[in-house]
Nanobody
Framework: VQLQACGGGLVQARGSVRLSCVAS????????VGWYRRAPGKQRELVAV???????NYADSVKGRFTISKDNTWNTVYLQMNNLEPEDTAVYYC?????????WGQGTLVTVSS
């Protein structure tokens, strides 16, 4: 399964960006679909995830600012990021976990300037 992420770029603090991730296979029955990020000098961390039941979980640092959603028809996962902060600067990766395996997108860089 291939994942193609896009939507990153340079944005000013308090701005918004929407990331998209298109999968080459269906995501309806995935155990979880999510977004992770790796900031410079830091380990990769979970940003947001939708589990099979439809429930969502967010990192504390992004709650109230980021929203994850998915479109099963188009096999696409989105991450709407609002009120961005310089600390959100990172490479963002989409992830789909089917249970029998998981797949990663290539990463898209989001740079937030102060």
């Amino acid at each position: 399964v291939q994942l193609q992420a896009c939507g990153g770029g340079l944005v000013q603090a308090r701005g918004s960006v929407r990331l998209s991730c298109v999968a080459s296979a269906g995501i309806l029955n995935a155990n979880a679909v999510g977004w992770y990020r790796r900031a410079p000098g830091k380990q990769r961390e979970l940003v947001a995830v939708i589990i099979r039941s439809g429930s969502t979980n967010y990192a504390d640092s992004v709650k109230g600012r980021f929203t994850i959603s998915k479109d099963n028809t188009w096999n696409t996962v989105y991450l709407q990021m609002n009120n961005l902060e310089p600390e959100d600067t990172a490479v963002y990766y989409c992830n789909i976990d089917y249970g029998w395996d998981q797949f990663w997108g290539q990463g898209t860089l989001v740079t937030v300037s102060s």
